[in-house]
Structure formats: structure tokens, C-alpha cells
């Protein structure tokens, strides 16, 4: 456990500036008086960008390397051509940091309105690849802009990339009370990506035997994280499956705006980095109307990565206090942040 905690904060576009002040709210008013929180703010994003044409520049990726933690809101913005942020900024940091574990978990907390049919108990979470799959940046196009324009994305699955997030996501598995731990890929069509996926899944498994395992092909576990949640507990797959299946996790199990996510490090040479699974969300951005819990849970997600426990459990239990009592009254991002530091501070 850390007595003093030093934070870089990207709030980035959109909503990410709104939302992540209040993740700063709750997590000062969640610490104890003996650790000190130091912050620095990054100012990365589509003002940046616009300003001096930068994302991330490397003395910067450099200096970050030097906190404990990164807390970031969201980036990518309308004005700004689409990828420019999200892989020069984004996956930069990810990548440069060996961000290998994106750990994403799903619960169902009292009184959310999910659309799922039955009011299904769901308490699962999805351990996605961080580093490789089709988000590698493996690809290219020849005959660009002419109707023979040829595009190619090529997924990276390293033996040792796959290898290492399969042997956390069963760690975490036998960790948990049903120990169970489920493959998501598209074996049948991705062949070798597959072959290399299943393969590293069984071989670890056999030093798992208490993690009972199962495998669905990516389409098939669509339908059943709408028809039968309740039947995942740790799901490991790669980058880009991992990013759509935890949207729609986040849809079933009570909206977009209450899904953390942590970018782990699990060896820690590089600092993680705690960010909501949305995006920039500029349709909403500037009217305070976002939710800012899923942020507000990130840095759960964070204290609980540093060592900070019974901080970690506070939040979780201010969300779901908070999240019973809310009601149908709509809030400001800033009244949602101030009741939940409210009730973390205790
Ligand atoms: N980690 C990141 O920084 C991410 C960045 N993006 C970027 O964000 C931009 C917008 O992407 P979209 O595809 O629109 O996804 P998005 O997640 O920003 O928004 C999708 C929908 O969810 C709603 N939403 C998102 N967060 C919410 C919150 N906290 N409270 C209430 N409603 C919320 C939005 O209003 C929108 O209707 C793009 O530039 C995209 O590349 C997208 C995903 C992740
Ligand atoms: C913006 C992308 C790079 C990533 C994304 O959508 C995500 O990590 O959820
Ligand atoms: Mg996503």
C-alpha cells in the first residue's frame, strides 16, 4: 500500500474533463488524511492537437512514466480526423506502457435499469487483450482512393502476448468464487489467431484444474451475454472482441455511463491507467448530463491496483448506496459527484 499516491490526469475531450472531476472529487474525499494525493494534469487531446498538431509527443509519454497511476477521461473529438487521438494518444500510451490486462468488470447494481428481460443477476468480468490483436496497427492500403483501394488491418497474436493475459484472466478466475473462465474468439473463421488463442487456453488450463472452462465463438456469446449473463464469470479475449463486448456489457448491466475499466500493467514496470470504458461522447459533452460513475469506479479500480482496499470497497459501495437511492430525478455530472463523495467520505 502506497502512503502517497502521485496521479497524472489526462481529462481529454468531450465529457472526459466533466467526468473526471469528479473521479477526483470522490477519490480525495475517499483517502485517508495520512496519504498525500499529488496530481498533474496532461493537456492531451483535440485542443492540443488543433493548437500544435501534437497527440502525444515522447518527452511527455516519457514523464509519464513516473507517476503511480494515470487517470484518464476520454479523448477523440469530431473535429479531429477519427483515429488521430485514439491511436496516436490512446494506444500510445497503452502500447508504450504494456497495458496487457484491460480489465473490465460487468456488475448489476441495485436499481439500474438494464433491458435485459428477468432482472438477471450479473457479476462477471472481462480480462480483453491490451497490447496486439487487430488494434496493433498492422496494416496498410495500396490504390488508396481509387475503386482498386485495397485495406488491410492484420491482427498480432504473439504467443507470449496471448500467453500472459490468458494466465492473468486464470489467476483472477480461481481467485473468484465460481472460478470459472470462459474464451471468446472466432475460432472457426480466424484460424490462426484461434489455433494460437486455444491452444495457449488449454495448455495453461491444465495448471488451473480448479477453473472449470468453457469456449463461445464471439457471435454466440452476443446472444448469450443478453439471453444468459449470469452464465460468465471471467471472460478473456482479445483486443477487439474485448472492446464490443464490453459496450454491450455495459448496456445490459445498467448503461455505458456506470463500466470502469483499468489499463493493467500486472508486472508493474509502467504505470497503469484507469479510465470509463466510453469514449468522448460528444453528443452529450459540455451539458452536464454524463454520468460520471463509471469514472468515479475506475478509480476504484485504481486504489484497489495501488493496495488501497477498504478505499476501493467505499466507492464501490457509495455507487451502489447512491445507485438504490437515486431515482427517476435527473442529475448533473457535478450533483452525482457530490453525492457520491458524500457517502465515500462516510
Ligand atoms: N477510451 C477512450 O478514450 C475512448 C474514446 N472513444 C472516442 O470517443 C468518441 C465518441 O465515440 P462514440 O462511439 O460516440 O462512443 P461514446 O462511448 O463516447 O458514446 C456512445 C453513447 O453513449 C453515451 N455515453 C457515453 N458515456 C456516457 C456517460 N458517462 N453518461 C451518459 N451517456 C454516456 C453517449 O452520449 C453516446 O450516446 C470517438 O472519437 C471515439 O473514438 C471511444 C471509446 C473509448
Ligand atoms: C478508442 C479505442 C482506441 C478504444 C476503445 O473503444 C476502448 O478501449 O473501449
Ligand atoms: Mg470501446
Given at each position: ?9 489526462i ?13 477526483l ?9 495520512d496519504?498525500?494525493l ?28 513516473a ?14 480526423p ?11 500510451l ?13 456488475r ?6 438494464s433491458?435485459l ?24 492500403t495500396?490504390?488508396g ?9 492484420v491482427?498480432?497474436n ?14 483472477r478466475?480461481?481467485?473468484r ?31 488451473y484444474?480448479e ?10 456469446a ?8 449470469a452464465?460468465f ?8 472482441f ?9 448496456a445490459?448491466s445498467?448503461g455505458?455511463?456506470l463500466?470502469?475499466?483499468g489499463?493493467i ?9 484507469f ?22 469506479l ?49
Amino acid at each position: 500500500m502506497t502512503r502517497s499516491i502521485s496521479l497524472a490526469v489526462i481529462p481529454g475531450d468531450g465529457i472526459g474533463p466533466e467526468v473526471v472531476a469528479q473521479g477526483l472529487k470522490v477519490l480525495t474525499a475517499v483517502l485517508p488524511q495520512d496519504v498525500k494525493l499529488e496530481t498533474r494534469e496532461y493537456d492531451l487531446g483535440a485542443k492540443r492537437w488543433h493548437a500544435t498538431g501534437e497527440t502525444l509527443p515522447d518527452a511527455e509519454l516519457e514523464s509519464l512514466r513516473a507517476y503511480d497511476a494515470i487517470l484518464l477521461g476520454a479523448i477523440g473529438d469530431p473535429s479531429v480526423p477519427s483515429g488521430t487521438l485514439e491511436r496516436g494518444m490512446l494506444l500510445k500510451l497503452r502500447f508504450a506502457f504494456d497495458h496487457f490486462v484491460n480489465l473490465r468488470p460487468s456488475r448489476r447494481y441495485p436499481n439500474t435499469a438494464s433491458p435485459l428481460a428477468g432482472d438477471p443477476a450479473i457479476d462477471f468480468v472481462v480480462v480483453r487483450e491490451g497490447t496486439e490483436g487487430p488494434y496493433a496497427g498492422n496494416g496498410g492500403t495500396v490504390r488508396g482512393g481509387t475503386p482498386h483501394e485495397i485495406a488491410t488491418e492484420v491482427s498480432v497474436n504473439t504467443a507470449h502476448g496471448v500467453e500472459r493475459v490468458v494466465r492473468d484472466a486464470y489467476e483472477r478466475a480461481r481467485a473468484r468464487p465460481r472460478k470459472k473462465l470462459t474464451l471468446v474468439h472466432k475460432t472457426n473463421v480466424m484460424a490462426y489467431a484461434g489455433h494460437l488463442w486455444k491452444s495457449a487456453f488449454d495448455r495453461v488450463g491444465q495448471e488451473y484444474p480448479e477453473v472449470s472452462t468453457d469456449y463461445l465463438h464471439v457471435d454466440a456469446a452476443t446472444i448469450f451475454m443478453v439471453t444468459d449473463p449470469a452464465r460468465f464469470d471471467v471472460i478473456v479475449t482479445d483486443n477487439l472482441f474485448g472492446d464490443i463486448l464490453t459496450d454491450l456489457a455495459a448496456a445490459v448491466s445498467g448503461g455505458i455511463g456506470l463500466a470502469a475499466s483499468g489499463n493493467i500493467n500486472p508486472t508493474r514496470d509502467f504505470p497503469s491507467m484507469f479510465e470509463p470504458v466510453h469514449g468522448s461522447a460528444p453528443d452529450i459533452a459540455g451539458r452536464g448530463k454524463a454520468d460520471p460513475t463509471a469514472t468515479v469506479l475506475s478509480t476504484a479500480l485504481l486504489l484497489r491496483h495501488l493496495g488501497h482496499e477498504n478505499e476501493a470497497v467505499r466507492i464501490e459501495e457509495a455507487v451502489s448506496a447512491d445507485l438504490a437511492e437515486r431515482g427517476e430525478t435527473a442529475r448533473t455530472t457535478d450533483e452525482t459527484g457530490d453525492a457520491l463523495a458524500a457517502r465515500a467520505a462516510g
